[in-house]
Structure formats: structure tokens, C-alpha cells
């Protein structure tokens, strides 16, 4: 009998995590689902047979205890899936608001990198796996109606492009997910927005399986772009300019 792949998987009560975990227990995976939201999380891992693990990805400590908790119940660790995320982190004119900005960086951003911190060591006991990290269109356009979402989002691209190289010779791959206005939580505060404008809206489903087929793959240090009526695929970044 194969034994089963063991994946964690943060930002898991809810909207993209949620809907992952889904398609990953249906093909046999272990799961442990890590959120601050516990009464939400708490259901969807019963409904999947999941671990869940209340965890705040700005505390080092809690991606530390979501790590240790699929070792301890399932042996190992072949998938970290960083997802946690929010939108917003103010206005950068008179109406600042430090500690939203703060916020913002903090969940989108140092929520990867202790991430992948924890991760690392279960991933090469077990010779290798995957990380991906939800990032966003935002991080490979501009978004001047939210230039700290766009920020912490061009910096977990800008990272797992460097750590996609870093780690390919232990057999860990590093990638991000780029979906572009995908109908979660998230999305709320702008929904009507974009349907009043004809703009249209990612269905999750979508993201799905633009995650799976970056597992398919062989590739690391991509983003992988997703967006309506596309085929996703990694993102081609241009050269930049070498000296003469």
C-alpha cells in the first residue's frame, strides 16, 4: 500500500486553503489545516478527517507547531502550502495606518518566510517535497488601489524565485500561485465593484487546479499566473540588463 502524502496547509478554513484541502483529501493526501480561524477550521477538517491547528503565520512558533503536528500524526511532511493571506494595508498618504501596514506585510509576507522556515527541515527528512506559496496577479502588475497588497506580494514572488534554485538540489521545490480576483472573502469589499464594471471573477475551482498542475510539474522558483480563460502557466520574467 502507497503511504499517503502528508501536507499542511495554511489559510486552510477558508476560500482558496479550504478548497485545495478538498481536492487533496479526495485524492488521499493527510492534511493538517492551520488558520487563526478555529470554529470554521475545526469543521472543515472534520468533514475532510484533517488535523486542524489554530495558528497566527506571524508567530514563527505557530508554522513551527502546524509543521510538528503532521510529523507527530502522520510521519512526515511532503507539502507546505502557505496561503494565509489578507488584502489591505492602507492609504500611504495622510490617512497611514502603521500598524494595518504592519498587518498586511506581516501575514502576507513574514508568513512565507516562516513557512518555509519550519517546513524545511520535516521536507528533507523526508527527501524532498513541495512549497507553494499564494501569491498573487498583484505581485506581477501594479496595483495602485492596494500598494502594500502589491508590495508583500511582489516579495513572496521575488523570494521563491530565489529559493527556487536554492533548494532544487535537495528535491525541494519552491513556487507561487498568482491568481488574479478570485471569488473568496477576500474578494468582498471590491466585488461589486468589478461586477458592476464587467470585470471578471476567478472561479476557485480555477486556482484549484492551477495548484495541482504546479504539483505535476517538475519546475521551481515559478509563478505560476491564473487568470479568467487562460491556461495558467509560469510567468515569463524578462531578462534584466547585464553589464557591458
Known amino acids: 500500500m502507497t503511504e499517503s502524502r502528508v501536507a499542511v496547509i495554511t489559510g486552510g478554513s477558508n476560500g482558496i486553503g479550504a478548497a485545495v484541502a478538498r481536492r487533496l483529501a479526495g485524492d488521499g493526501w493527510r492534511l493538517v489545516l492551520a488558520d487563526v480561524d478555529a470554529e470554521r477550521g475545526r469543521q472543515v477538517a472534520a468533514e475532510l478527517d484533517a488535523t486542524f491547528v489554530r495558528c497566527d503565520v506571524r508567530e514563527p512558533a505557530d508554522s513551527a507547531a502546524a509543521v510538528a503536528a503532521a510529523v507527530d500524526a502522520h ?14 494595508g492602507g492609504d500611504l498618504g495622510e490617512d497611514f495606518d502603521p500598524a494595518a501596514y504592519r498587518r498586511a506585510m506581516s501575514i502576507n509576507l513574514d508568513g512565507v518566510v516562516y513557512g518555509v522556515h519550519a517546513a524545511l527541515p520535516a521536507l528533507r527528512a523526508r527527501g524532498g517535497g513541495d512549497i507553494v506559496a499564494t501569491a498573487s496577479m498583484a505581485g506581477l502588475t501594479a496595483t495602485p488601489f492596494d500598494p502594500v497588497y502589491g508590495a508583500n506580494k511582489a516579495a513572496v514572488v521575488g523570494l521563491v524565485r530565489a529559493l527556487g534554485p536554492t533548494y532544487a538540489g535537495e528535491g525541494i521545490r519552491v513556487n507561487a500561485l498568482c491568481p488574479s480576483f478570485a471569488d473568496t472573502d477576500i474578494l468582498v469589499p471590491l466585488k461589486d465593484q468589478l461586477e458592476s464594471t464587467g470585470f471578471p471573477i476567478l472561479a476557485v475551482s480555477d486556482v484549484v487546479d492551477a495548484f495541482l498542475a ?31
Do not use: H, M, Q, Y
Not at 75 to 88: E, H, I, K, P, T
Open 75 to 88: 510521519g512526515g511532511l511532503d507539502l507546505a502550502f502557505l496561503n494565509a493571506g489578507v488584502a489591505g
Open 214 to 244: 504546479i504539483l505535476a510539474g517538475d519546475g521551481t522558483g515559478e509563478a505560476w499566473f491564473v487568470v479568467p480563460g487562460r491556461e495558467s502557466a509560469p510567468f515569463k520574467f524578462r531578462g534584466v540588463p547585464g553589464p557591458r
